[in-house]
């Protein structure tokens, strides 16, 4: 596995206010991250800090395990960390000539990068006439140009309407299959869950979790029951080993788990014990759910 990223023990200090309490993680070559947090959260201060804008006020960070300066490092990093800025006045397809220009990239780039993005037909528009969406996929589009090892974005989809959110995640995915890592911070917890293989939970300048976006979300579950005699249901389903608490509602009865059993183990539990099911499902906690369990108290 190569590490793109690591940050160990990451402080960051305005004034009184700890942003940032001793942030760790890694980033490993070929996934797509979520820093997944509240407004306020320090999203924004993380990126800025290994992007070389914001000062850290202790802790270590180091791109491509160490072994070039930071400065050379972020020649190999795409990021969109601000609302898109680009001259008014000219073409899309010129805006983004003159950044190859700058970074002594091939022309051909371009046309590339605005196929990926869509934005081939509004090439000869200028920049001016594009909708906010148009403005960020062409943002994408320029951190691209020079094939970066990974892309960060800080917050894409906001201000977009429906559609614009579609195509920008829709891109990141696209992105993302060609290998390319990805870094991106939300406060939508949809946008994480649809678009990134793994999430890192921030509150209050804190890391709650870190780990897989799926197994955020595996625990071990609940089922939906219905009989059409729930209350000899609810007693006899309390009998199991497995079962936590059983809750009664909607003509249905919830049974949480302290341990994992299977929908045909049960089935074939309470069938011996002579309940006959109408219905059963299996759910897991939703993702919203543990983000909830995860900040509260907080
Ligand atoms: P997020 O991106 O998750 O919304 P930020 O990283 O922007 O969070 O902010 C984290 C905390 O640091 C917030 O409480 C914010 O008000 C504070 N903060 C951010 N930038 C500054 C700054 N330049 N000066 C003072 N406080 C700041
Ligand atoms: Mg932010």
């Not at 992105?175 to 649809?194: M, P, W, Y």
């Not at 080993?241 to 074939?268: H, I, Q, S």
Request: charged share 25%; with cysteine.
């Amino acid at each position: 596995m190569e590490t793109i990223l690591s940050i160990k023990n990451l402080n960051k200090r305005y004034g009184t206010l700890q942003a940032l309490n001793n942030v760790s993680f890694d980033i490993q070559k070929g996934n797509v991250y979520g820093i997944l947090g509240p407004n306020g959260s320090g999203k924004s201060t993380t990126l800025g800090i290994v992007l070389n804008v914001v000062n850290k006020t202790s802790g270590e960070y180091n791109w491509f395990g160490g072994t070039m300066e930071t400065h050379e490092a972020l020649k190999k990093v795409g990021a969109i960390i601000e609302r898109p800025n680009f001259y008014p006045y000219i073409t899309a397809k010129e805006n983004l000539e003159l950044v190859c220009k700058i970074k002594g990239i091939n022309y051909a780039k371009v046309n590339e990068k605005l196929e990926l993005v869509g934005l081939v037909d509004r090439q000869n528009s200028k920049f001016s006439t594009f909708s906010l969406g148009m403005k960020q996929r062409l943002a994408i589009a320029s951190a691209l140009l020079n094939d970066p090892e990974i892309l960060i974005l800080d917050e894409p989809t906001n201000g977009l309407d429906p559609q614009g959110i579609h195509q920008i995640r829709d891109i990141i995915k696209q992105i993302a299959a060609k290998g390319t890592t990805i870094l991106l911070a939300s406060h939508l917890l949809d946008e994480v869950e649809k678009v990134c293989t793994h999430v890192l939970v921030l509150r209050k300048g804190k890391i709650l979790y870190t780990g897989l976006v799926d197994g955020m979300s595996a625990n071990d579950g609940f089922f939906e029951l219905q009989a059409d005699d729930i209350e000899n249901l609810i007693t006899v389903v309390k009998i199991h080993p497995a079962v936590k608490n059983v809750v009664k509602g909607d003509g249905k009865v919830l049974v949480y788990l302290k341990d994992t059993l299977e929908a045909k183990d049960l089935n074939r539990f309470l069938f011996e014990k002579n309940v006959v099911l109408n219905h059963l499902v299996k759910r897991k906690n939703s993702l919203e759910e543990q983000f909830l369990e995860l900040t509260k108290n907080l």
